[in-house]
């Protein structure tokens, strides 16, 4: 059985950081590229930031780049999404996203609030 699980969500000051992890089971985790994508509420899920299978590649959105850092552990199966700088703009249900081919997995989302 597929399982994305995030974790580290919560409410953050502006300014803030925050550490989001997405545990993954059910699947050959190294073989797959992960992503972070996030919703804001009325407003479509859009990428935030990616990485390759062996952790050599990374990609970001422009709003978040220099800020937020995606990183892999292959051997915990655990992929992160380190959020410096926060803004309230970064309020969003943040999902993580498992990607191989045409295969996607998708975990169920953690909020991130950030606000004063």
């Known amino acids: 059985q597929v399982q994305l699980v995030e974790s580290g969500g919560g409410w953050v000051q502006p300014g803030g950081s925050r550490r989001l992890s997405c545990a993954a089971s059910g699947f050959t985790f190294s073989r797959y590229t992960m992503s972070w994508y996030r919703q804001a509420p009325g407003k479509e899920r859009i990428l935030v930031a990616t990485?390759?299978?062996?952790?050599?590649?990374?990609g970001y959105a422009d709003s978040v780049k220099g800020r937020f850092t995606i990183s892999r552990d292959n051997a915990k199966n655990t992929v992160y999404l380190q959020m410096n700088s926060l803004s309230p703009e970064d309020t969003a249900v943040y999902y993580c996203?498992?990607?191989?081919?045409?295969?996607?997995?998708w975990g169920q989302g953690t909020q991130v609030t950030v606000s004063s």
């Open positions: 990485i390759n299978e062996a952790g050599s590649g990374t």
């Open positions: 996203n498992a990607r191989r081919v045409t295969i996607a997995y």
